[in-house]
């Protein structure tokens, strides 16, 4: 897998992780979704980098001047609920993409803090010939985001597949690096110490979509 760690450099995506973090910031539900939604596009940027581009002639009002424009289509995917203002981010970038949902829990079948992941919904176009980016905040375990690629891309033959996350744990990336194809690009932002007896990142920031959306059942 293609890791690439956005915190390595410091630039402005650094102080929106900050306020995501932050505890007397985030009962401000409206603020943490627009912290992720500009994470979200920073990461698009970033990721605009790696794509293969084509030039093409604009007619401009005093003559025509070649640019450059992205070769294959996008799609961009995300893990409900958490990733919607993730996905809301990429989206503002990547204007002309197609989307796709997925729904991904963790099941406790003996409530304790054993699990197991449930995928069900999933709602997407074809996915064959273009490039996705599938965008999902937390990466704790890695067992989420793998069965939702397994899903998402069952049958399906992509150009490229890059993974959007905010915060990593070790733990998690080293799931995916075992269960994905080493040519798949993993993004993140942040990558935290450990995580703890619930499979909870720490230091973290909590749950993202509670913070993001409220709390549910």
């Known amino acids: 897998m293609i890791r690439h760690t956005l915190s390595e450099n410091n630039s402005i995506l650094n102080h929106f992780m900050a306020q995501l973090r932050d505890v007397s910031l985030q009962k401000d539900s409206m603020r943490f979704r627009r912290n992720i939604h500009r994470i979200g596009e920073a990461m698009a940027y970033e990721i605009s980098k790696t794509l293969d581009y084509v030039p093409f002639d604009i007619n401009t009002p005093l003559g025509i ?9 996008i799609v961009v995917c995300n893990i409900l609920r958490a990733g919607l203002a993730l996905h809301e981010g990429l989206i503002s970038f990547f204007d002309d993409a197609e989307n796709g949902f997925i729904s991904a829990y963790r099941h406790h079948p003996f409530n304790d803090d054993r699990f197991e992941i449930v995928t069900e919904y999933k709602a997407a176009p074809s996915l064959s010939g273009k490039t996705v980016i599938i965008a999902d905040p937390m990466l704790a375990t ?12 069952e049958n399906e033959t992509p150009i490229a597949v890059h ?13 995916l690096e075992e269960y994905l194809p ?12 450990h995580l703890n007896d619930k499979k909870y990142i720490v230091p973290g920031l909590g749950d993202a979509g509670d913070l993001a959306y409220g709390v549910k059942l």
């Open 65 to 73: 001047k070649q640019s450059h424009k992205i070769k294959d289509g």
């Open 142 to 153: 890695g067992q989420s985001l793998v069965a939702s690629c397994q899903k998402l891309l």
């Open 163 to 175: 993974i959007a996350v905010v915060i990593a744990a070790p733990e998690g990336i080293a799931y």
């Open 182 to 193: 080493n040519n798949y690009h993993l993004w993140i932002c942040d990558v935290d110490s």
